[in-house]
């Protein structure tokens, strides 16, 4: 007798490959059909741990996929899981399995029914629709499904026209039309969904339910203002029939579709899940003007684990932007200084973790000793750390002085306002604290062998729509400033925990409020802070124990790739080359990056680029016997100099890198005929800058730059710094003749040099004298944004499109933690050559958008440093 559907024996948990993102791609993970819920955990034997996500089956739509027998898709809402069968049976069987529980999954309905499936197009939509919506949704996914398929296709047939010897320059060219087509499609698409939903409305905000993890069904609001310890908020314009369908913040992950939250660290693995199909490529976003950068960190979708607090997004015309920026500034000043024995006292140490305090009274009486702890963790990162501390999600599972919290107001992704009901652990009335919380990325601070710096502050705050209950509000200043400290020599993929640590730094003030005996509150706070900062560590330590580093494994994580045409174009007004020296090519592939970008934008503006390789020229060798290649490769340019034809040239360092071809060099030539040299200062220190210079081709340039490499035959016997440390005396000797009395002065010093710290006094006393008198026919450009070059690793490569050359492309610093580490801002390592020649050009600046931010924030960061090293200058200063 034939088998009837009834008769099957369909699947309630097994293994299927879950699409996770694309470092880590297909990975098997053990299913569950469970109380009307899809849950799936990372193995069958981590069941007892928890699931790590969970999917109603109630709204639940299956997607069968166009092309491959074996893969579906499950999908509540903006949340989809991409699936992978063993064989095609076995995922009819799981679709069955599915479909029946999801008409089953009223969470108690055990019982059989039937039901008709009709497949429109590529997709099997199951589940109950409205019917006023019935039409425009099944439209929908019709078009988004003819998406998928003309992604498909379209990969498929660049694919077959690469191997059938087409110019890569027309396939690039059709892919843009593609890529224009796909924007179209996407629009419209969006367009659709926001006419078919429904206006219930005005506020945008569905209130918040908590819902209990992996559990059949969601828990009955809180009505007593307290939130729940965990809760899943979705935006009605997201997915209006999902609320409480989706819950994915079991043990190892949660899912937040609220606009302002942070990803959670622990959705490492997932964490671009519900954004892009498996075998459906990133497309290119192109943005059509370069003025249009400044709008792609608002356009992207991506949340960046390693830099989620990267730019400060609450906005300057809020009524706390004052308040929280000059707070951070404050409390960092305040964390980062020394702990001076007369004035801190010792009062509980246990292991790395030590606690000073100092006894305050404010007045009236009260106690309001000031506390600061200094601990060291290990085998957790500083995000992670304060991912935990900042976030309000876990507030109540760590924080056990608490009875309840809210979110009052969320300001923005870094700002929130918290109103915080505590327990009665002082011996009086019950407290209650309201404060502005802000978190923010601060890595201009971070010691030298610190990954990153991170700080959370907290700051009470009164306001008029939070009148205080019962009890008494407590006065707060606390705060909290982490870096992450890594093994060096390593690449981040080579990183384990055992390889990170975290510096903590957490400093406290509170003004109890009321009155409170001093001797009492003493001795809780003695007890209490202790208990709080172990309680806290041991919570974070359990919580990220055994999962990946998550900042090290996406540090080169991007939404989308971002094409920007090149529109400038150059009008031949004055000749300029580019100039590189090379000792030999034996560290070629060192720079290789680097070159192919100096190489493809000097093709394409029509500049001559000299390339020098020394060793092939024994005559240059003779000429130029300098043994320090620094200093050789000065003397080379002025014997060369002669030779070429342009009235400027652009020197540059092998590792200098063209990342905005939209510049060009005649921008940075200054008009004033006198000026034959131009440098700049370098931002990190008091350096000018040595490894690039704009020189006119004339007899004073050839002198000069003979004079500055005839350094190498006078340095002192000392830590001299090379042509970084010799410029400055060759500058002020060369220009300045008749300041030779202040020049030996500062020569003393360099003589006396041992180390970078003290090689700074000799900069400084050098540049006190460049200062002071005008130079005639050199120009020293000053920090900051007016210099065609800057280091691209004092903001991480994230670059701006006021940014032009950016420094320090060397594959030794490239992803390792050491100085001057760097992560490619670009897509593509290998370079299309051909297309350097044409309009197509741009298409070899393959842009992480990740990297990517406005002229502002990229301004904000450099003047952290600018401000921290002129202090250091005027403090040199005042010493000498």
């Not at 819920?37 to 997607?63: M, P, T």
């Not at 179209?184 to 429904?198: D, F, M, V, Y």
């Not at 290990?378 to 976030?391: I, N, P, R, T």
């Not at 008009?671 to 220190?685: E, G, K």
Request: some cysteine; aromatic content about 10%.
């Amino acid at each position: 007798m034939g088998s009837t559907e009834q008769d099957l024996v369909l699947p309630s948990s097994g293994t299927l490959l879950k699409w996770t993102n694309y470092i880590n791609g297909w990975r098997e993970r053990f299913f569950e059909i469970k109380h009307g819920q899809l849950l799936y955990y990372a193995n069958k034997g981590d069941q007892g741990s928890g699931c790590r996500g969970s999917i109603s089956l109630k709204k639940l739509e299956v997607s069968l996929h166009e092309f491959n027998e074996c893969e579906f898709s499950v999908a509540v809402g903006d949340v989809v899981w991409y699936l992978r069968a063993e064989n095609p049976h076995s995922r009819t069987y799981w679709v069955k399995a599915l479909t029946r529980d999801s008409n089953d999954s009223d969470y108690s309905s055990n019982t059989t029914k039937t039901h008709s499936r009709n497949t429109s197009l590529s997709s099997l939509t199951l589940g109950k629709k409205s019917e006023d919506q019935n039409t425009m949704v099944t439209r929908i996914a019709e078009l988004e499904a003819y998406r998928t398929m003309y992604r498909e296709q379209m990969s498929s047939i660049r694919r077959e026209l690469q191997q059938m010897g087409v110019p890569q320059a027309k396939i690039l060219s059709i892919n843009a039309t593609h890529v224009a087509m796909l924007d179209n499609i996407n629009h419209i698409i969006q367009l659709a969904k926001n006419e078919s939903r429904p206006s219930t409305s005005q506020n945008s905000w569905i209130p918040n339910t908590p819902v209990s993890p992996c559990t059949p069904s969601p828990l009955p609001a809180v009505d007593d203002g307290e939130a729940p310890s965990r809760e899943t908020t979705l935006r009605q314009d997201t997915a209006p029939h999902s609320l409480n369908d989706v819950t994915s913040d079991c043990g190892d992950e949660w899912h937040d579709a609220d606009e302002h939250s942070s990803l959670s660290l622990d959705s490492a693995e997932e964490a671009i899940e519900r954004r892009t199909p498996p075998g459906v490529g990133a497309v290119p976003e192109v943005v059509s003007a370069p003025q249009e950068m400044e709008t792609i960190e608002e356009k992207s979708e991506r949340t960046l684990l390693f830099g989620d607090y990267d730019s400060i997004t609450i906005p300057k015309d809020h009524i706390y932007y004052d308040l929280v920026d000059h707070l951070a500034k404050e409390q960092l000043r305040y964390a980062l200084a020394g702990v001076e024995d007369n004035v801190w006292t010792l009062f509980a140490e246990d292991g790395a973790m030590k606690m000073y305090t100092r006894e305050e009274t404010a007045d009236g009486g009260l106690p309001v000793d000031p506390l600061k702890a200094v601990h060291h963790v290990q085998g957790v990162s500083a995000l992670e750390f304060m991912h935990y501390f900042f976030d309000e999600k876990y507030k109540m599972e760590w924080d056990h002085t608490l009875n309840g919290m809210q979110v009052v107001e969320r300001i923005s992704h870094d700002t929130l306002v918290i109103l915080q009901k505590h327990k009665t652990v002082w011996p009086a009335a019950s407290r209650e604290s309201l404060f502005v919380s802000h978190i923010r990325r601060v890595d201009e601070l971070k010691n030298s062998d610190a990954l990153d710096l991170y700080i959370v502050c907290n700051k009470d705050v009164t306001r008029a729509d939070v009148p205080v209950s019962s009890g008494i509000r407590v006065g707060l200043t606390v705060s909290m400033i982490c870096e992450t400290v890594v093994k060096n020599g390593k690449t981040l993929n080579e990183l384990s925990r055992d390889d990170v640590s975290c510096r903590v730094i957490y400093v406290s003030q509170v003004h109890p409020g009321g009155w409170v005996p001093t001797a009492a509150l003493r001795q809780v706070y003695k007890r209490e802070y202790p208990k709080f900062l172990r309680t806290f560590t041991s919570y974070v330590v359990n919580n990220v124990k055994n999962k990946p580093l998550s900042f090290v494994s996406v540090m080169n994580y991007y939404g989308k790739e971002v094409l920007i045409p090149i529109t400038t174009r150059r009008e031949i007004t004055v000749s300029v080359a580019i100039v590189i020296v090379v000792a030999d090519l034996s560290n070629k592939e060192q720079y290789q990056l680097a070159q192919d970008t100096v190489s493809c934008y000097a093709t394409y503006h029509r500049y001559p680029l000299h390339f020098v390789n020394v060793a092939d020229n024994s005559t240059l060798t003779e000429v130029c016997p300098q043994k320090d290649f620094m200093f050789q490769r000065h003397c080379v340019v002025a014997h060369m100099m002669s030779s070429w034809q342009e009235e400027w040239l652009l020197f540059v360092d092998a590792d200098m890198a063209i990342i905005n071809p939209n510049h060009l060099i005649e921008e940075y030539i200054p008009s004033d005929p006198a000026i034959h040299v131009v440098f700049y200062n370098r931002i990190f220190n008091h350096e000018v800058m040595a490894g690039s210079y704009l020189i006119r081709r004339s007899n004073y340039s050839y002198k000069f730059l003979m004079h500055w490499s005839s350094y190498e035959f006078k340095l002192p016997q000392s830590f001299h710094g090379s042509d970084n440390g010799a410029i400055h005396s060759a500058i002020v000797s060369y220009e300045l003749p008749a300041r030779e009395s202040a020049r030996n002065t500062c020569e003393q010093f360099w003589m006396a040099a041992k180390d970078y710290d003290t090689l700074s006094i000799y900069e400084v006393c050098m540049q006190m004298i460049l200062s002071s008198d005008q130079l005639k026919h050199i120009l020293i450009l000053p920090k900051g944004s007016l210099s065609w070059a800057r280091d691209g690793w004092l903001t991480n490569s994230v670059w701006g499109n006021r940014d032009f050359i950016l420094h320090g492309w060397q594959k030794r610093r490239k992803d390792r933690m050491r100085f001057a580490r760097w992560h490619s801002p670009l897509v593509d390592t290998t370079w299309n050559s051909a297309l350097c020649e044409g309009s197509n050009a741009y298409f070899n600046w393959r842009y992480k958008d990740s990297f990517i931010n406005k002229n502002e924030e990229i301004q904000r960061k450099l003047d952290v440093t600018i401000r921290r090293v002129a202090a250091d200058f005027d403090s040199i200063k005042e010493r000498i």
